[in-house]
């Protein structure tokens, strides 16, 4: 069986063949993600692309008041909380700062702004030129389809995580099911490393199998309208003793399925580590959106289907 971990040569982008050119090589990539919940794949984006993306991003901090806010992202299920901020972000490009980043006895930052935000979203893939250009590719939508198992695959959100040095926050264990929920399931996740990914700077961790447990839990949007819950409240508590570090380059791709449980733990190193992600759902009416998801669009920017 061919190996799903196909590395590109050369500065370019990874170039896939097309089902009909190497149907061996798209079924050992399905095989894999779903024996395991996720796929790797190698140079997938060039260092000239990942570069480009990062100086992207520092010209968009760079042009944003960000002393125009206070939202504080943080991934502790008893921490969390869903601000205005937070829950208008689903058509707009949002800053949220990084909880390490800010003194809880006085509230004051410990470092500068620009380098105390936590991540960007949750649309800068219809709204940024460049993040859109890289995300609504022929490519990504052939694998959403003939890996993800979507027919008409929609793009729900965007992320870019700056996991800082130093002060980059653990994201506790979760399945991206709970917070994209859709009845059936069908989000699939896309995440893209755009800096060397390393235990030491806070890389991904996945529990290979843990997909087949489904998803147990949704967090939504309270009947009130006063902010988030779980429901079922109830902590899940995963066992985490097979998880393994998705140590990779700058330009690898890492598929996740909507019930993988995977995590990532706090970067005490001098190094960040950048990554964009977005994640795509059934658009097809197979699968309903509910509308006390948390994110949620207007109706005049709907999810935009995968090329």
Known sequence: MPSPRWCAEGSEDLRLPGIEEDRDLWEAYRRRFEEDGYLVLEGYWSKATCTALRERMDHLVAGFDLAAHDSVFSTDEQNRTSDTYFLESGDKI???WEEGAID???????QPRATSINK??????????L??????????????????????????QSMYIFKQPRIGGKVGAHQDGTFLYTEPQSVVGFWWALEDCTQKNGCLWAVPGSHRQGVSRRFRRRNDNKGTEFYPPEAVEWDLSGGIPLEVKAGALVLLHHALVHYSLENASAASRHAYSIHVVEG????LYPQDNWLQRGSTMPFQPLP
């Open 94 to 96: 949002h800053y949220f």
């Open 131 to 156: 993040f859109q250009k890289v995300t609504y590719t022929p490519q990504i939508g052939q694998l959403a389809r003939a890996v993800g198992g979507l027919h008409v695959p929609l793009v729900a």
């Open 104 to 110: 809880k006895a006085t509230g004051a930052f410990r």
């Open 120 to 129: 960007v979203g949750h649309a800068l893939h219809d709204l940024d030129p």
């Open 284 to 287: 097809d009416g197979s699968s």
